[in-house]
T-cell receptor, first 112, second 114 residues
Framework: AQSVTQLGSHVSVSEGALVLLRCNYS??????LFWYVQYPNQGLQLLLK??????LVKGINGFEAEFKKSETSFHLTKPSAHMSDAAEYFC??????????FGAGTRLFVKA | KAGVTQTPRYLIKTRGQQVTLSCSPI?????VSWYQQTPGQGLQFLFE???????NKGNFPGRFSGRQFSNSRSEMNVSTLELGDSALYLC?????????????FGPGTRLTVT
């Protein structure tokens, strides 16, 4: 069965520093991979989506993610963190059964 | 364009009762998916409806059910509530099946079971 692992339930970075949120999926290559962001008391917002068209995917708010099949990874990065990036981030995959499976989430803290 | 709306936003129920949650998708969207979010289990897929038919279902007991109307609005029902059903219930709409189209999430309904 398809699964998603997000390494680190909490990540803390300083404003202006690199953001790196890790996501690994189980070995069978999923049709699609996603990163979502959730701000307090709000629903999820799509940051970016991998559809096999390109391994480096650019999303909104300066985020991007690289699909690495050899490492079964889809890590999310942003060169320079902003205070407004503080939120919870979810990696997700779709399965062959057309279901979306989410990782446990990583809460990002940004220090001034 | 109006976003996904969910009603009510907050709900308190007693064990054994039943509850119905409502989701109005973005205009023109034909698919609605439901998710349960809890601190312990994270985000879990409940089911997806497309053109009034349930297309996919997660691993939840039969107490959890849903339906979709001809205007794409969807309702989710939970019968015989248990304490463990306390969660944030999110619905998401998409133009077509969620596997192919971007999902837009509503703000959620926070259900507390006492």
């Amino acid at each position: 069965a398809q699964s998603v692992t997000q390494l680190g339930s909490h990540v803390s970075v300083s404003e202006g520093a690199l953001v790196l949120l890790r996501c690994n999926y189980s070995s069978s290559v999923p049709p699609y991979l996603f990163w979502y962001v959730q701000y307090p008391n709000q629903g999820l917002q799509l940051l970016l989506k991998y559809t096999s068209a390109a391994t480096l995917v650019k999303g909104i708010n300066g985020f991007e993610a690289e699909f690495k099949k050899s490492e079964t990874s889809f890590h999310l990065t942003k060169p320079s963190a902003h205070m407004s990036d503080a939120a919870e981030y979810f990696c997700a995959v779709t399965t062959g059964g057309f279901k979306t499976i989410f990782g446990a989430g990583t809460r990002l803290f940004v220090k001034a | 364009k109006a976003g996904v709306t969910q009603t009510p936003r907050y709900l308190i129920k007693t064990r054994g009762q039943q509850v119905t949650l409502s989701c109005s998708p973005i205009s023109g969207h034909r698919s609605v998916s439901w998710y349960q979010q809890t601190p312990g289990q994270g985000l879990q897929f409940l089911f997806e409806y497309f053109s009034e038919t349930q297309r996919n279902k997660g691993n939840f007991p039969g107490r959890f059910s849903g339906r979709q109307f001809s205007n794409s609005r969807s309702e989710m029902n939970v019968s015989t509530l248990e304490l463990g059903d306390s969660a944030l219930y999110l619905c998401a709409s998409s133009k077509g099946l969620a596997i192919e189209y971007e999902q837009y999430f509503g703000p959620g309904t926070r259900l507390t079971v006492t």
